[in-house]
C-alpha cells in the first residue's frame, strides 16, 4: 500500500517556524514529484509548494515565498516543508501530495505544478498558529 505520512504539525506562536515532514512508502520516491498544499477551515485547499522529483526544481506560492520552503531527501523518501515567519493566517490542515513524473513533461509540471492530478494524497497535519 501506498502510505503519504504527514508530521510536524502543532500550536506554535506567530512568528515561530516548523518543519512538516511526509514520509512515503509504497512507492519508488525518485519517480515522483512532490506537492504540499493546507486547507483552512470551510476554505478550498491552495497549493503551498512543490518540488520536481529530482528535487533541482521547486516552486513557493507567492503568498508563502520567502518564508515556506519545499526540500526533498531521497534516502529516506521524505519531502519536508520548512515554515518561518508563521503568522495566524497560516493555520491549516496540511497536506502531502505525489504524483508520478511521466504524467507530465518537466514544462507542464512546472507551469502548473498546483492543478496536476496528484496520485496520492497524504492524511493531513494540522498547524495552529496563536498566541
Known amino acids: 500500500d501506498v502510505q503519504l505520512q504527514a508530521s510536524g504539525g502543532g500550536l506554535v506562536q506567530p512568528g515561530g517556524s516548523l518543519r512538516l515532514s511526509c514520509s512515503a512508502s509504497?512507492?519508488?520516491?525518485?519517480?515522483?514529484?512532490m506537492a504540499w498544499y493546507r486547507q483552512e477551515p470551510e476554505k478550498e485547499r491552495e497549493g503551498v509548494s512543490c518540488?520536481?522529483?529530482?528535487?533541482?526544481?521547486?516552486y513557493t506560492a507567492d503568498s508563502m515565498k520567502g518564508r515556506f520552503s519545499i526540500a526533498r531527501d531521497s534516502a529516506k523518501s521524505t519531502v519536508f516543508l520548512q515554515m518561518n515567519s508563521l503568522e495566524p493566517e497560516d493555520t491549516a490542515v496540511y497536506y502531502c501530495?505525489?504524483?508520478?513524473?511521466?504524467?507530465?513533461?518537466?514544462?507542464?509540471?512546472?507551469?502548473?505544478?498546483?492543478?496536476?492530478?496528484?496520485?496520492?494524497w497524504g492524511r493531513g497535519t494540522l498547524v495552529t498558529v496563536s498566541s
Open positions: 518540488a520536481a522529483r529530482s528535487g533541482g526544481w521547486t
Open positions: 509504497g512507492i519508488i520516491f525518485s519517480r515522483y514529484s
Open positions: 501530495a505525489a504524483v508520478r513524473f511521466r504524467r507530465y513533461s518537466s514544462r507542464d509540471y512546472s507551469s502548473r505544478c498546483f492543478t496536476v492530478g496528484y496520485d496520492y
